[in-house]
Nanobody, 131 residues
Framework: QVQLVESGGGSVQAGGSLRLSCQVF????????MGWFRQAPGKEREGIAT????????YYADSVKGRFTISQDNAKNTLYLQMNSLKPEDTAMYYC????????????????????????WGQGTQVTVSS
């Protein structure tokens, strides 16, 4: 059974940092296009970053580019989202998700399709940034 488990959320002041984890069970994340999404109350779910480990390709939304970075620990089958220079507008529930079909297609066009192509989701972890 495929399962994604996020952790690492919390409360932080503006300008601070957090590192989210997405531990993958049941398969190797390197075989999939992995995505990070977030959803703030009253807003649509936003795709913020993708990563395909086999060629290191990926995408960052303009809203997080230069502040957020995806990293990996193959031994732990875990992806991380390092979030620096956090802003109050980063407050949201954060999710990781996996796309199994054509995983090499892992860019902006893919993440915009959200749940249409990302079929496996974690339970989410809350990030709250105070001003």
């Amino acid at each position: 059974q495929v399962q994604l488990v996020e952790s690492g959320g919390g409360s932080v002041q503006a300008g601070g940092s957090l590192r989210l984890s997405c531990q993958v069970f049941g398969y190797s994340y390197s075989d999939y296009c992995m995505g990070w999404f977030r959803q703030a109350p009253g807003k649509e779910r936003e795709g913020i970053a993708t990563f395909f480990a086999q060629d290191g390709s990926g995408y960052y939304a303009d809203s997080v580019k230069g502040r957020f970075t995806i990293s990996q620990d193959n031994a732990k089958n875990t992806l991380y989202l390092q979030m620096n220079s956090l802003k109050p507008e980063d407050t949201a529930m954060y999710y990781c998700a996996a796309k199994s079909t054509q995983p090499w297609l892992c860019g902006r066009e893919t993440i915009e399709q959200k749940a249409v192509v990302f079929r496996t989701w974690g339970q989410g972890t809350q990030v709250t940034v105070s001003s």
